[in-house]
């Protein structure tokens, strides 16, 4: 036949080495010359290779799957006669074959599969290695399908195809080769054809929350409020070149989720605060321990934005939690314990600060470890903790673990809550409540915050007096002191100590004058007189 004489020989295909059996690549020269070759060997041979092959749901050609049985048994030498070879060569089409997205592996040499169009990258060129003339072409596309998303690669004329016909939201089937690419899996593509008939449950949005996220998902673009951020980390890829990696928590009104940026995005990481508004573009879903995950890439971007995105907490009571469990909890600060650090088994250094929290419920020591150590969380601080585990603490007392999972968020006060003005009216107490919305609004789920003790809380009988003490103003003077020197008791734990103390009964915080020796966290009952809205405690039991 024309060109089979200047076709490469059986010694120079790898593909016929005893290592591995031949491919189903009807582009490569080597696999033409079997194919071609079966032709002058008579045609298509009958029989137990048949039956094989008719049991076998594949779009492999009898004609290549019978000259790779052929292939086999030369290969092997006599050990296998033609229905083993046959059967040899069917179980590796059938590893081949990935019911879905999530079933491609690097390891595999070919694959074919099924998935959507979720996002188009531009046409790059670059210089080939051997110095041919013509620059080489490429076009990455994402595809997705219920399981997962891989990035394909389109080469030369198919990249070029892809640019003018591919449409986000196509249905493709690809048969490729996967590998380990620079941003993780990726399928380099010998055929692309669309599929006008199938159908992938594969939900493309202009723009998500994050509710809207499912794995497979790419071309994300979410707007949300930085919830917490981590440091720069770095590590070895098997290539041998350092990567990069770091990770912020973003939410908005339907939930939050996991940003891991890598590479050269890591570096954004560092500058986010916690309470600003970004917009993530570009982004793609990826799975991690059993939760989703957005990631950015080379593509990706992290963007300061103006605009008002509000993330409620739902926290578990303190009272509620069980051992085991992966919860949100959140509460005034009642205790901080000075960050401590420890050696690991493999020689690094690791480091850990405990702090207390307190909420309308009960009480409970938060374990926050690595990076977590360093966030600046302080006596009467209003903090929320998510995915932390709760377990089995000291003195067989309860304890939340903060780890690499969780996000710690510290809440700021609204500006009238934390300003202990004397005198507050009623007027002032809706400002209080209009300003505490998003973050600020767990004050009112959980208890009221111990910062505004510290600063001095406003009470309804710290009125302050009226001038300057003129005739008429006597009996209003006398009902003001016989309001604010009356005798009370008060039951609340301690959030302060030195002077004044500050009790906190989860509802009030009240400031006390006592010789009394008092620890953090330790529950007291006050007895005295309240002036100015000081209790000068007669009795401490």
Same mark, same amino acid.
């Given at each position: ?96 074959? =990935? ?59 198919? $990249? ?24 993780? +899996?990726?399928?380099? =593509? ?7 008939? =199938?159908? #992938? ?116 009571? #303190? ?59 302080? +006596? $009467? %601080? ?15 007392? +309860? ?21 202990? /003005? ?11 409540? *209009? ?7 767990? /004050? ?21 007096? $009226? ?5 008429? /103003?006597?009996?209003?003077?006398? $009902? ?34 006592? %010789? *009394? ?25």
């Amino acid at each position: 036949m024309d060109g089979y004489d200047e076709a490469p020989t059986r010694e120079g295909d790898p593909a016929a080495t005893p290592e591995r059996s031949p491919r189903f690549d009807r582009e490569t020269p080597a696999r033409t010359t079997l194919i071609r070759g079966l032709d002058n060997r008579g045609g298509t041979r009958m029989g137990v290779i048949e039956d094989v092959y008719d049991d076998l749901d594949t779009d492999v050609e009898f004609e290549e799957f019978e000259a790779a049985v052929e292939d086999k048994v030369e290969q092997m030498g006599g050990l296998a006669d033609e229905e083993t070879a046959a059967m040899l060569i069917a179980h590796e089409l059938r590893d081949e074959e =990935a019911d879905t997205i999530a079933d491609i592996e690097p390891g595999m040499n070919d694959v074919k599969f099924l998935g959507k169009v979720t996002s188009i990258g531009d046409v790059r060129t670059f210089e080939r290695d051997d110095d041919e003339a013509e620059e080489g072409r490429v076009c990455n596309v994402d595809v997705a399908d219920a399981s997962g998303s891989v990035r394909v690669a389109l080469w030369d004329e198919m $990249a070029a195809a892809a640019e003018e016909q591919l449409e986000v939201g196509q249905v493709l089937r690809v048969m490729g080769r996967p590998k380990e690419g620079y941003s993780g +899996l990726e399928v380099s =593509a010998d055929k692309v054809e669309p599929d006008e008939d =199938a159908e #992938v449950d594969v939900q493309v949005l202009d723009t998500y929350q994050v509710a809207d996220l499912s794995l497979g998902a790419s071309d994300v673009d979410l707007v949300g409020q930085v919830l917490d951020t981590d440091s720069v980390r770095t590590f070895d890829r098997d290539d041998g070149s350092e990567g990069r990696v770091a990770n912020l928590t973003v939410g908005d009104e339907t939930g939050r989720v996991r940003v891991t940026l890598w590479d050269d995005k890591a570096g954004l990481a560092d500058e986010f605060g916690p309470g600003e508004v970004v917009e993530v573009g570009d982004g793609y879903v990826r799975e991690r321990d059993g939760d989703l995950e957005l990631h950015v890439g080379d593509r990706g971007t992290v963007e300061r934005v103006d605009e008002d995105v509000e993330y409620v907490p739902e926290t578990t009571d #303190v009272a509620d939690v069980e051992i085991g469990e992966v919860v949100d909890i959140g509460g005034g600060v009642i205790e901080t314990d000075p960050k401590r650090t420890f050696d690991r088994d493999d020689g690094s250094e690791g480091q850990v600060r405990n702090v207390r929290i307190k909420d309308d419920t009960g009480e409970i020591r938060v374990a926050l470890w690595g990076d977590k150590a360093d966030r600046e969380i302080d +006596l $009467a %601080d209003r903090v929320v903790f998510t995915d932390v585990e709760i377990q089995d603490g000291w003195q067989d007392d +309860l304890e939340a673990s903060a780890n690499w999972r969780s996000t710690v968020t510290v809440l700021e006060a609204g500006s009238d809550a934390s300003s202990g /003005a004397a005198g507050a009216s009623a007027d002032a107490e809706s400002d209080r409540d *209009a300003n505490d919305t998003g973050l600020g609004a767990f /004050a009112e789920d959980g208890q009221k915050a111990a910062a505004e003790a510290v600063a001095g809380e406003a009470t309804d009988d710290d009125s302050g007096e $009226a001038g300057g003490g003129g005739g008429g /103003a006597g009996s209003a003077a006398a $009902a003001t002191a016989e309001r604010s020197e009356a005798e009370v008791e008060f039951t609340g734990t301690v959030v302060q100590t030195g002077d004044p103390v500050v009790l906190d009964d989860g509802q009030r915080t009240k400031s006390v004058e006592t %010789d *009394a020796s008092l620890r953090l966290g330790e529950e007291v009952t006050v007895r005295g007189t309240e002036r100015d809205g000081t209790i000068d405690a007669v009795d401490v039991f």
